[in-house]
């Protein structure tokens, strides 16, 4: 037996509490007015509640019960907040390079908790499978928990109750009852009623012996309505999973350098990069700031190609300018949908050395200027006529090795070391000399070439990072619609006002979902300027 | 709505969210779908030598292929240059070739580290480590043995020695 009949002779299915006709609650104890049913959803039956037979119905039934989605959410609020007990794993503070180094961090560092931590997949948290399988299941009973709701309490809506039943009435919070002087007219009664909650904004509906008004009921679809920005702002996290949706990246550019955007057909040149400060008249008050400066803005200036031979990676690029402008801190470069930040800088790197090559037994005639590109040196340079230098040796960042070797620990010129060998053709001399750690070493203690320093090339290397993010205006679109649908719900509301002559009685019932102060004024202003012989009572549910 | 039209807007709904699931479970535990991988092709890619032409990976299909990624700070590489040059003498007429891949280094760097160790197999120069990132290299030495076909037969992270060469060289010849 899936449905029950109410005494009007209304069938209705099983689950719902208030007869979907007359309004009549269908229990025997709801007679007890402080059991009368929640008005959250009209009374109607859940429609999952109604069909249970086939496996479908089940899983569907399963995800329907707000019980289950707030379980999901707990479990998820847990399991997000024991991520934050150990480190993710882009925040490991030493470099791990392979899975293997990963789980040896945590074990490590954390003991048996960090084994334990690593294994559920705590360090990668929001990819884990089963973090990522509780996401969906929260959506899935999202979507299930609204359609099912939405469906019958719209349908209760647009069909409204004007004929309540008397415990429907009876039953609602605010409730009067009055005898009507023998001499009343009734139709005339319910006519001035209705006028006058017309004048506060009501919208009317009329039947012979019973008038209903109602206002604020799309408050009532807040709720779905942010429901269904939570889903596409879920669907936009989705997204970025898809290939070519969503990209992070960083490089390092050097001023000067042109280089590959990784994944992507372009390649950016940095040709400046410049560091603002605020001046002492910009600053509102005199700050202690001990010779100190504050930064105003982070700026490179920068050149975006587009490279016409990607198909093959490392081939010699055919560039073609796509953009030129400054990238400062908030405002990128933006190229279609990829967006290039400006988010790193290294200031004052080493990026050339500058000598004087000087003819020491000439009382150091001045030969002519050399310089040394650290990210790039010239095997061979002409210095002046008949003379050459070349670069036998270079090691970027010197150390000396255990084997008693000269070698480099890095490749980035840190500590450059570089060995020369000087060349004049027309005499056949030949000189090593040796730069390191700002001085130079020489071959033969009374040679003829010597090194006079010059300032070196100072760069700035700006760090860049290179987002593509496709998913952003649906996750914000996502976003606005969830508000929308808050404030739907939380700056309106749904009130209903009814009044019913019954055999020489008026029966005055109200409900509102929420703001009931405002609600029981409306109803005090309408007793008192129709004079109703009725107190209302305002019940308080247990 | 009658109890079949329910039935099938259940099982659409239902199967949309499946959809959703494993498309999730399926990146989450794919997480780079564009890393090398073992059994996959080895990405083409073309560089400049050092002291030579511009060479493209796919120039030495049909030779199998060691292609070992290296920088002159490695100490292991170091130790593993002679070994690799050893094994490239015996195998190179049998169809192999080693490619030495430098990340990022001068070609004055690069250069009298290969003269020092003796390489004669092609070195390419990686000036902005792009094909390093690309191959998603992270510790080095890094060596990748390539069949023939363009499929990557293993990757070995760390110092290889001779007969470690020499075997995993043997399962990359052209039949």
Redesign the interface.
């Known amino acids: 037996m899936d449905q029950r009949k109410c005494e009007c002779g209304h069938t209705n299915p099983v689950g719902t509490l208030l007869c979907e006709s007359c309004g009549k609650p269908l229990n025997v104890e709801v007679y007890e007015q402080t059991a009368f049913p929640d008005m959250r959803y009209e009374g109607m039956a859940r429609r999952s509640q109604t069909?249970t037979k086939?496996w479908?119905?089940r899983?569907?039934n399963y995800f329907s019960s707000v019980k289950i989605a707030i379980g999901i959410i707990i479990v998820i609020l847990v399991a997000s907040a024991v991520g934050t007990i150990f480190p993710q794993q882009q925040y490991i503070p030493v470099p791990v390079?392979?899975e293997a180094d990963v789980a040896r961090f945590y074990t490590d560092t954390y003991g048996v908790l960090g084994t334990v931590y690593y294994g559920l997949g705590f360090h990668n948290l929001y990819?884990?499978?089963w973090f990522?399988?509780l996401?969906?299941?929260l959506?899935?009973s999202l979507?299930?928990c609204s359609?099912d709701r939405v469906i019958p309490l719209y349908k209760a809506l647009s069909k409204p109750r004007l004929n309540q039943h008397k415990s429907f009435l009876k039953g609602q919070k605010l409730f009067a009852e009055g005898e009507l002087a023998p001499d009343v007219d009734q139709a005339e009664l319910l006519d001035s009623s209705a006028l006058a909650l017309k004048k506060k904004g009501y919208r009317i509906f009329r039947a012979e012996r019973a008038i209903m008004a109602e206002k604020g009921r799309f408050s009532r679809w807040g709720p779905y309505v942010n429901h269904i920005g939570l889903i596409l702002f879920l669907?936009g996290v989705?997204m970025r999973?898809i290939?070519g949706f969503y990209m992070d990246e960083f490089v390092w550019v050097r001023e000067g350098q042109t280089?590959?955007i990784?994944?992507t057909p372009y390649y950016i040149k940095s040709e400046n990069y410049h560091t603002e400060y605020w001046s002492e008249e910009e600053m509102p008050a005199k700050l202690e700031l001990n010779g100190g400066v504050i930064p105003k803005s982070f700026q490179t200036d920068a050149i975006l190609y587009v490279n016409k031979n990607a198909e093959?990676?490392?081939?010699?690029p055919d560039l073609i300018e796509v953009q030129k402008g400054p990238i400062i801190v908030n405002h990128p470069m933006m190229e279609g949908d990829l967006a290039i930040y400006q988010s790193g800088v290294q200031e004052m790197q080493l990026g050339a050395l500058n000598f004087v090559l000087v003819d020491v037994k000439q009382g150091n005639k001045e030969l002519g200027p050399i310089k040394i590109d650290l990210?790039?040196?010239?095997?061979e340079q002409e210095i002046a006529a008949g003379i050459k230098v070349r670069?036998?040796?270079?090691?970027?960042?010197f150390v000396m090795g255990k084997d008693g070797k000269p070698?480099?620990?890095?490749?980035l010129p840190k500590n450059p070391m570089v060995a020369l060998e000087i060349a004049d053709e027309s005499t056949n001399q030949n000189e090593k000399l040796v730069y390191l750690q700002g001085s130079v070493l020489t071959q033969k203690s009374d040679g003829r070439f010597g090194l006079v320093f010059k300032k070196p090339d100072l760069i700035d290397i700006s760090g860049l990072n290179v987002r593509i993010d496709k998913a952003v205006p649906l996750i914000y679109f996502g976003a606005f619609i969830f508000m929308i649908g808050v404030v739907m719900g939380f700056f309106w509301q749904h009130r209903r006002v009814w009044v019913q002559t019954q055999e020489g009685t008026v029966l005055l019932a109200a409900h509102t979902n929420k703001n009931w102060f405002g609600l029981r004024r409306e109803v005090d202003g309408l007793v008192e300027q129709l004079k109703l012989p009725v107190t209302v009572e305002e019940k308080t549910k247990a | 709505m009658n109890?079949t039209n329910?039935?099938y807007v259940?099982?659409a709904?239902?199967g949309l969210?499946l959809v959703?699931?494993v498309?999730?479970?399926y990146?989450?535990?794919v997480?780079d779908?564009?890393a090398v991988k073992v059994g996959g092709d080895a990405?083409?890619?073309?560089?400049?030598q050092l002291n030579g032409p511009?060479l493209?990976l796919d120039d030495l299909k049909g030779k199998g292929v060691v292609l070992n990624f290296w920088?002159?700070?490695c100490e292991p590489c170091k130790k593993e240059m002679p070994a690799l040059q050893e094994q490239y003498n015996k195998f190179k007429d049998k169809g192999l070739v080693v490619v030495g891949v430098n990340?990022?280094?001068?070609?004055?760097?690069v250069?009298?580290f290969v003269k020092q160790f003796g390489v004669d197999f092609p070195i390419l120069l990686?000036?902005?480590s792009?094909?390093t990132?690309?191959y998603r290299i992270?510790?080095i030495p890094t060596t990748f043995f390539i069949a023939p076909d363009g499929e990557v037969k293993e990757i070995f992270?760390g110092q290889l020695n001779e007969a470690m060469i020499a075997d995993k060289m043997s399962k990359i010849l052209p039949k």
């Open positions: 069909y086939k479908i119905d899983i569907w390079p392979t990819s884990s499978w990522v399988t996401l969906v299941l959506g899935t979507v299930i359609l669907i989705l999973n290939p280089v590959a990784p994944d093959v990676p490392g081939k010699k990210y790039n040196p010239a095997a670069v036998l040796d270079y090691f970027p960042d070698a480099t620990q890095t490749n | 109890k329910r039935t259940r099982v709904v239902l969210l959703a699931l498309f999730a479970l990146s989450s535990f997480k779908p564009n990405p083409n890619f073309s560089l400049e511009e493209a920088g002159t700070w990340i990022g280094e001068a070609p004055v760097a250069e009298p990686d000036r902005q792009q094909i990132k690309l992270g510790p992270i």
